[in-house]
């Protein structure tokens, strides 16, 4: 079974700095994919970025980049230029194969930042 | 497109209540999900679906019932409510095919049994 895990219960940062979120995961499949999500204080899920075992660069969206290291097993969110905005919940998840094509994300426990104007 | 709905946004159950969280998608995905997230944690999988009248256990289904007769709706229904089942409820759902894969998830129900 996939297993993810985040080893920052809470971090703080000073607006503009830039932001590492660390994740590592375990896993035996050859084939997998990676997710970041943010959950502000309203409490919904907002899918930030999307990186697959085979991609061959790592994945960037705006100012989120993953800095994906497969021997490692790591796959760390970095937030460029933090804005007092960003403050939230994240978390880092791999999808797992359930029948017919669906797939189940399973989660990290999370990690809390705060952005300090 | 209102993406992912759930309703209601928050309840108060009493012990042994029986109560159904609604979950309606108007993007024609197959595959929908319910998810529950305990305080300080990060989400875990209840029930799933592959289509119309076809679900799934998940890790964490004691407790819950689902059925999917449409497309667009997969309501949870909870049969005796326990302070266990006290948590943030989330229903999301994804489509066959898709760059990512990633799951759109609905605003959450905030349930409190006591």
């Known amino acids: 079974a996939q297993k993810i895990t985040q080893t920052q219960p809470g971090m703080f940062v000073q607006e503009k700095e830039a932001v590492t979120l660390d994740c590592t995961y375990d896993?035996?499949?050859?084939?997998?994919?990676l997710f970041w999500y943010k959950q502000p204080s309203s409490g919904e899920m907002i899918f930030l970025i999307y990186q697959g075992s085979y991609d061959q660069q790592n994945a960037t969206e705006g100012r989120y980049s993953l800095n994906f290291q497969k021997a490692r097993k790591s796959a760390n969110l970095v937030i460029s230029a933090s804005q007092l905005g960003d403050s939230a919940m994240y978390f880092c998840?791999?999808?797992?194969?359930?029948?017919?094509?669906?797939?189940?994300?399973?989660f990290g426990q999370g990690t809390r930042l705060t952005i300090n104007p | 497109n209102a993406g992912v709905t759930q309703t209601p946004k928050f309840r108060i159950l009493k012990i042994g209540q029986s109560m159904t969280l609604q979950c309606t998608q108007d993007m024609n995905h197959n595959y929908m999900y319910w998810y529950r997230q305990d305080p300080g944690m990060g989400l875990k999988l209840i029930y799933y679906?592959?289509?119309?009248?076809?679900?799934d256990k998940g890790e964490v289904p004691n407790g819950y019932n689902v059925s999917r007769s449409t497309t667009e709706d997969f309501p949870l229904r909870l049969e005796l409510a326990a302070p266990s089942q006290t948590s943030v409820y989330f229903c999301a759902s994804n489509p066959a095919l898709a760059l990512y894969n990633e799951q759109f998830f609905g605003p959450g129900t905030r349930l409190t049994v006591l």
């Open positions: 679906s592959v289509g119309a009248g076809i679900t």
């Open positions: 896993t035996s499949d050859p084939s997998y994919g």
């Open positions: 998840a791999m999808r797992e194969a359930l029948i017919q094509g669906a797939q189940k994300l399973v």
